[in-house]
């Protein structure tokens, strides 16, 4: 079993910051990648950032330069920072693994709400 404990959502004006963690625990031998998606009320899941152990990146088009995703091995976790936020930004932000185990199990946090709201 693999859990994924989010934290750092919550309620922030436009302009403003946040950062995002995810912790992975539980049957872990490696991880391949790790990221973030969101979901807006009405709209599909969607790529926010994701990292690779190998270090290659991927970013959502609109979250480009204000964005950086970064991950610590050894504790298994994964940050998001989020600079100047927009209403749009506003959703559901899941974290999401995928294992290194010959098969690439994915997994899924809960979500973590944010509102970009003044």
């Known amino acids: 079993q693999v859990q994924l404990v989010e934290s750092g959502g919550g309620l922030v004006q436009p302009g403003g910051s946040l950062r995002l963690s995810c912790a992975a625990s539980?049957?872990?031998?490696?991880?391949?990648?790790m990221g973030w998606y969101r979901q807006a009320p009405g709209k599909q899941r969607e790529l926010v950032a994701r990292?690779?152990?190998?270090?290659?990146?991927n970013y959502a088009d609109s979250v480009k330069g204000r964005c950086t995703i970064s991950r610590d091995n050894a504790k298994n976790t994964v940050y998001q920072q989020m600079n100047s936020l927009k209403p749009e930004d506003t959703a559901v932000y899941y974290c999401?693994?995928?294992?290194?185990?010959?098969?690439?199990?994915?997994?899924w946090g809960q979500g973590t709400q944010v509102t970009v709201s003044s």
């Open positions: 539980g049957s872990i031998f490696s991880i391949y990648a």
């Open positions: 999401n693994i995928v294992l290194r185990d010959g098969i690439g199990q994915a997994y």
């Open positions: 990292l690779t152990d190998g270090g290659r990146t």
